[in-house]
């Protein structure tokens, strides 16, 4: 299994590694600072060394595969895997908000996708909000706020016992682990997730929030821009 360093320190945009497989389906190492796709966060971007990482996905038996381009390295290489920082921070940014957006709309969440520039939740709304300015302003308060965000582990037994923990319908905690990883933010949200985020929410920015657009009969899109 490749060491998940990302995971204890989201913040960490480098480290040096020690190449474990080389194949046609990517570069495997035995630590990353790499996310690797998933949950609706895109895979990390940056170097090998030499080698360029245009995407990084999750593999087999607990691997991460960085999907490379240019000189690989060789089997029983250390490297330095280097992360394109200002996109990771974006996502983390990103993440993090789209948690508060859950929050600001407190309805259940059918989809979503992050971006470094623009990212989206999509909502069991049958209908559009009457004030989206206010979702904005009390987005926007809860960043300024300064919440703590954090991470604590449950039981998948005390995950069954508690289902409202899932917002998301379209995407479940990961289980089989025994356990499931949860963010929780101030006193204000708590849900499983294993994406990377900020430290504390006025870390995010101010936001705003673009187009609402209508993706069903029950279904509205909100799509969410840094400032």
């Known amino acids: 299994m490749t060491e998940l360093l990302f995971r204890d320190d989201p913040a960490l945009d480098w480290c040096e590694a020690t190449v474990v497989d080389v ?4 570069v495997v190492l035995d630590r990353t600072v790499f996310y690797p796709a ?6 990390d971007t940056g170097t ?16 991460i595969l960085h999907l490379c381009e240019g000189e690989l390295p060789g089997v029983g290489e250390t490297v330095t895997a280097t992360l394109d920082w200002e996109r990771r921070h974006a996502h983390m940014r990103m993440h993090t908000a789209l948690h508060l957006l859950s929050v600001a709309i407190p309805l259940p969440v059918s989809g979503g996708s992050i971006g470094a520039e623009k990212s989206r939740l999509d909502f ?16 926007n308060a809860m960043i300024e706020a300064d919440h703590p965000v954090t991470e604590e582990w449950i039981t998948e037994a005390e995950l069954t016992a508690n289902p409202a923990l899932v917002k998301t319908m379209s995407v479940k905690p990961p289980v089989g682990q025994g356990r499931v990883r949860l963010v929780r933010i101030g006193d204000i949200d708590l849900q499983p997730c294993g994406g990377t985020h900020v430290e504390r929410t006025g870390e995010i920015g101010p936001v705003r929030i673009g187009k609402i657009e209508k993706k069903g009969r029950q279904n509205r899109r909100v799509n969410l821009h840094l400032v």
């Open 124 to 139: 069991d709304m049958p209908d559009a909000p009457e004030d989206k300015q206010a979702i904005e302003d009390a987005l």
């Open 48 to 63: 090998l060394d030499a080698a360029n990482v245009h995407d990084t996905v999750k593999g087999e038996n607990g691997t």
């Open 23 to 26: 194949s046609s389906a990517g």
């Open 38 to 43: 998933g949950g609706g966060q895109p895979g």
